[in-house]
C-alpha cells in the first residue's frame, strides 16, 4: 500500500511548514499500518491553473498525477487562510477536477478505488470548515473518505504559535492522527480487494 502527501503550504521549501509536519506525522501513522508514501509539497513546482490533467510543456502536475495514480490514499494536507482551505489547495482541487473524464476500461474514474484524507492546520478557527470543503471536493473527484479521515489543529485565535513550534504533539491531535491512519488504511485495502462496480 502506497500513500502520497500533497503539502499545499503557500511556502516552497526550505520554509518550514506546519502543513508539511503534520503531513508528515499522517504519513508515519500510515506507517503502522503498513503503508509507505511520500510527502510532495505543491509549492515547489510549477503547478499550473486549470482543470486539465496536463496543462502543457512546463507544467509539473503531470509527474504528480503519475504519483497519485500510484498511490491507494491521496492525503491532502493545508493551511487555513481567512477561513478557507489555502489557494495552493484549492489548484490542487481545480487540477484534480480534470479526473473526472478519465476512466477505465469499465468506466469508472481512475480514482475510485483510491482512499483520501485530509490535514488542516492553522492559529484561527476553521478546521471543520476547510475539512469540509477538502472532503466535498475530493469526493466529487472520485475519491473515497473513511470514518475520521480529517486531523487537525489549530491554535488560539488571533495568537502567533504555529503546529511546528509546539514542543510537543497534543494528545488529541496524535489519537485524532492513529484513528485517521487505521481507518483510512482499511477503507484503501477494502476498495483495493473489492472494486466499486462499472457504472
Given at each position: 500500500?502506497?500513500?502520497?502527501?500533497?503539502?499545499?503550504?503557500?511556502?516552497?521549501?526550505?520554509?518550514?511548514?506546519?502543513?508539511?509536519?503534520?503531513?508528515?506525522?499522517?504519513?508515519?501513522?500510515?506507517?503502522?499500518?503498513?503503508?509507505?508514501?511520500?510527502?510532495?509539497?505543491?509549492?515547489?513546482?510549477?503547478?499550473?491553473?486549470?482543470?486539465?490533467?496536463?496543462?502543457?510543456?512546463?507544467?509539473?502536475?503531470?509527474?504528480?498525477?503519475?504519483?497519485?495514480?500510484?498511490?491507494?490514499?491521496?492525503v491532502?494536507?493545508?493551511?487555513?487562510?481567512?477561513?478557507?482551505?489555502?489557494?495552493?489547495?484549492?489548484?490542487?482541487?481545480?487540477?484534480?477536477d480534470?479526473?473526472?473524464?478519465?476512466?477505465?476500461?469499465?468506466?469508472?474514474?481512475?480514482?475510485?478505488?483510491?482512499?483520501?484524507?485530509?490535514?488542516?492546520?492553522?492559529?484561527?478557527?476553521?478546521?471543520?470548515?476547510?475539512?469540509?470543503?477538502?472532503?466535498?471536493?475530493?469526493?466529487?473527484?472520485?475519491?473515497?473518505?473513511?470514518?475520521?479521515?480529517?486531523?487537525?489543529?489549530?491554535?488560539?485565535?488571533?495568537?502567533?504559535?504555529?503546529?511546528?513550534?509546539?514542543?510537543?504533539?497534543?494528545?488529541?491531535?496524535?489519537?485524532?492522527?492513529?484513528?485517521?491512519?487505521?481507518?483510512?488504511?482499511?477503507l484503501?485495502?477494502?476498495?483495493?480487494?473489492?472494486?466499486?462496480?462499472?457504472?
Open positions: 500500500m502506497k500513500a502520497l502527501a500533497l503539502v499545499c503550504t503557500l511556502n516552497p521549501s526550505p520554509a518550514r511548514s506546519s502543513s508539511q509536519v503534520l503531513a508528515e506525522q499522517t504519513l508515519e501513522a500510515l506507517h503502522a499500518h503498513g503503508v509507505t508514501g511520500e510527502a510532495v509539497r505543491i509549492a515547489d513546482h510549477d503547478v499550473r491553473s486549470g482543470v486539465a490533467v496536463d496543462m502543457g510543456e512546463g507544467d509539473a502536475w503531470p509527474s504528480i498525477r503519475e504519483k497519485m495514480l500510484a498511490a491507494d490514499i491521496l491532502l494536507s493545508t493551511p487555513i487562510w481567512l477561513g478557507h482551505p489555502c489557494s495552493v489547495a484549492q489548484r490542487v482541487l481545480e487540477r484534480l480534470g479526473e473526472l473524464s478519465e476512466t477505465d476500461d469499465e468506466g469508472r474514474q481512475l480514482t475510485y478505488g483510491k482512499a483520501a484524507a485530509v490535514c488542516v492546520v492553522g492559529n484561527e478557527d476553521g478546521a471543520h470548515k476547510v475539512g469540509a470543503d477538502l472532503f466535498q471536493g475530493l469526493n466529487d473527484v472520485g475519491f473515497s473518505l473513511a470514518a475520521g479521515a480529517e486531523t487537525y489543529w489549530v491554535g488560539e485565535a488571533m495568537q502567533g504559535t504555529d503546529y511546528q513550534d509546539l514542543e510537543k504533539v497534543p494528545e488529541a491531535v496524535a489519537s485524532t492522527t492513529r484513528t485517521l491512519a487505521a481507518n483510512t488504511a482499511h484503501a485495502r477494502a476498495l483495493r480487494d473489492r472494486p466499486y462496480p462499472s457504472a
